[in-house]
């Protein structure tokens, strides 16, 4: 089955550690987008990539780094210069180039500070 | 930018009963997704509204836009357990090179009394 595959399910983040959490999808999408929600909020888009080797900033990429080296993986780093990273980081996918396609979501990767 | 605002933010609603959500836009919505999170886990993609006064139905749920596109309401009839979850109304950006960007309301949390 085609789907959207985020690893770990939990991650614990040191002071001053940077933490990569992995995204994978098979649906052939071309556009992948990376959301942070925390508790009692809606997502707000970190960065997002139309296609390989090209992504954009979202709306808080201050922190947080991508990179996209192929179509079917988009991983996002977390940094030290992240100052308030605990939270909820889901991963999604889309179509490109059709008109109003719903995005994909994987499960989610639940990040601490130990 | 544009913005969403869901209300209620959270309700209790006994098995059997109606509820509603809605979602009103600052500004015109191009296309408007409805999607459902169970907590901790992705969101699950239920419907997409494009035009005014548009009306989808799938199972027990039904979806709306407005005719002036800035308002939509999720209706669930009957509601039984398996409806509890957060709802969250998504909506495209208006300009389609930014990418199928979604901006997301902060959603609502729904609560089924048996």
């Known amino acids: 089955d085609g789907g959207i595959t985020q690893s770990p399910k939990y991650l614990f983040r040191k002071e001053g550690q940077n933490v990569t959490l992995s995204c994978e999808q098979n649906?052939?999408?071309?556009?992948m987008y990376w959301y942070r929600q925390d508790p009692g909020q809606g997502l707000r888009l970190i960065y997002y990539s139309q296609i390989v080797n090209d992504f954009q900033k979202g709306d808080i990429a201050e922190g947080y780094s991508v990179s996209r080296e192929k179509k079917e993986s988009f991983p996002l780093t977390v940094t030290s210069a992240q100052k308030n990273p605990t939270a909820f980081y889901l991963c999604?996918?889309?179509?490109?180039?059709?008109?109003?396609?719903?995005?994909?979501f994987g499960d989610g990767t639940r990040l601490s500070i130990l | 930018s544009q913005e969403l605002e869901q209300s209620p933010q959270s309700l209790i609603v006994q098995e059997g009963k109606n509820l509603t959500i809605n979602c009103t836009s600052s500004?015109?919505?191009?296309?408007l997704y409805w999607y459902k999170q169970k907590y901790g886990e992705g969101l699950i993609f239920l419907m997409m509204?494009?035009?005014?006064?548009e009306e989808k139905s799938h199972e027990k749920i039904t979806a709306k836009l407005d005719e002036k596109k800035q308002q939509s309401s999720l209706h669930i009839t009957a509601s039984q357990p398996s409806h509890a979850g957060i709802y969250l109304c998504?909506?495209?950006?208006?300009?389609?090179?930014?990418?199928?960007?979604?901006?997301f309301g902060g959603g609502t949390r729904v609560l089924v009394k048996p």
């Open positions: 999604a996918s889309s179509r490109q180039g059709y008109s109003n396609q719903p995005q994909h």
């Open positions: 509204l494009q035009k005014g006064g």
């Open positions: 998504g909506a495209d950006g208006a300009i389609k090179a930014a990418g199928n960007k979604l901006t």
């Open positions: 649906l052939n999408h071309d556009a």
């Open positions: 500004k015109t919505l191009y296309g």
